[in-house]
């Protein structure tokens, strides 16, 4: 398995080579003739027209990622809408790059943590919401209602900080709530949370609660 970067910007990003010694610098031109299925490709958005480009690498089997010096919400969306399974920040830490490239080699998907709350948000009111979720409610059943109101707040796409205001409580007991809540609906993560209630199933890695 191979790994490249893809940029039209800089040549050279020390972290991607301490991340990753033997990883590859290409152009778009030139990964469409080194590619095979399963190789990791990492995107900058400099790219020009790095979407349709995510979207072409995806659909000949790599395992692929955006990253970004300056990351976004909506830019997120789009690079997972888009099929990319990853999307970080250009200046990581090289052990967080080399994290989230075992994610989506393991076909999982990685976003930072401090978008990880929009993104569930956004993920929920994709497939269906409260609506979609209904089948589902009766598993609810089993939290406190301080637990369901984290819940709720958490699928609507609040962050920890948003819901300890929404509540009126300290973020360590949004934290608290949210572990007693993924502890007994068998999740792992917020989105775990989403994809269980919205009776869908897949990796995802979440940084932080």
């Known amino acids: 398995m191979a790994i490249y970067f ?8 020390p972290r991607w080579r301490e991340a990753f010694s033997d990883a590859r610098m290409i152009s778009p ?5 080194r590619m095979v299925r399963g190789d990791g ?5 400099d790219t020009q027209d790095w979407p349709t480009l995510v979207a072409e690498l995806q659909r000949r ?39 989230a ?11 930072p943590p401090e978008l990880m709350a929009r993104v569930v948000g956004g993920t929920f009111r994709a497939l269906g919401g409260l609506d979609q979720a209904q089948p589902q409610a009766e598993e609810l059943q089993a939290l406190t209602e301080r637990e369901r109101a984290v819940t709720q707040a958490v699928l ?3 962050s920890n900080k948003e819901v300890a205001r929404t509540l009126g409580i ?3 007991t949004v934290k608290a709530h949210l572990g007693a809540v993924f502890s007994k609906l068998g999740v792992r993560d917020r ?11 897949t990796a995802i890695a979440d940084p932080g609660q």
Not at 29 to 33: D, I, K, P, Q, S
Not at 41 to 45: A, F, G, I
Not at 62 to 76: D, I, K, L, Q, R
Request: charged share 20%; glycine share 10%; aromatic share 6%.
């Open 6 to 13: 893809i940029s039209q910007g800089r040549d050279e990003i």
């Open 29 to 33: 031109r030139e990964v469409g003739a």
């Open 41 to 45: 490709v990492w995107v900058m958005d």
């Open 61 to 99: 089997g790599a395992a692929v990622g955006v990253m970004s010096y300056s990351p976004s919400a909506a830019e997120a969306f789009r690079a997972l809408e888009n099929g990319a399974r990853a999307y970080v920040h250009a200046l990581s830490p090289p052990e967080l790059l080399r994290q």
């Open 101 to 111: 490239q075992l994610v989506i080699l393991n076909q999982g998907i990685w976003v």
């Open 156 to 158: 609507e796409g609040q």
């Open 170 to 172: 300290t973020e360590r």
């Open 191 to 201: 989105m775990q949370l989403v994809l269980r209630l919205a009776g869908q199933h």
